[in-house]
Nanobody
C-alpha cells in the first residue's frame, strides 16, 4: 500500500513559478512510476506529466511541455513538479499518482494510487 501526500500549491501571478511535491509512504515507491494530473472546475482530470521508477524517462502533456519539469528523489520517496511560466489556464487542483506497473501512461486508469490534491491558482 502506498499513500501519497501533495504539497506546494498556492496562489501565484501569471509568469511565476511553483514547485509541487508528492511525498510517498511505502518502501516499494521507488519501483513505481509517478505522475501528475490536474482538474479544473467543470473539467475532466487531465494528464500533466509522468516519470519512470528510476527517473530515466519522462513524458509531458503538450500544454506544459517546456514549462514544467517532473523529477524524483527515491531516497526521499518524493516526486516533484517544477512549474515555470505559469498561466491562468494552469489553475486547477493538482494530483499526484503512482503506477505499480511502472507504466508511462497519460491515462487516468493506469494509476493505482492517488493523493488528495493541492490547489494551484494563477492570477492574471
Amino acid at each position: 500500500q502506498v499513500q501519497l501526500v501533495e504539497s506546494g500549491g498556492g496562489l501565484v501571478q501569471a509568469g511565476g513559478s511553483l514547485r509541487l511535491s508528492c511525498a510517498a509512504s511505502g518502501r516499494t515507491f521507488s519501483t513505481y512510476s509517478g505522475g501528475w494530473f490536474r482538474q479544473a472546475p467543470g473539467k475532466e482530470r487531465e494528464f500533466v506529466a509522468v516519470i519512470s521508477a528510476n527517473g530515466g524517462s519522462t513524458s509531458y502533456a503538450d500544454s506544459v511541455q517546456g514549462r514544467f519539469t517532473i523529477s524524483r528523489d527515491n531516497a526521499k520517496n518524493t516526486v516533484y513538479l517544477q512549474m515555470n511560466s505559469l498561466k491562468p489556464e494552469d489553475t486547477a487542483v493538482y494530483y499526484c499518482a503512482a503506477s505499480q506497473r511502472n507504466w508511462m501512461s497519460s491515462s487516468y486508469y493506469s494509476y493505482d494510487y492517488w493523493g488528495q490534491g493541492t490547489q494551484v491558482t494563477v492570477s492574471s
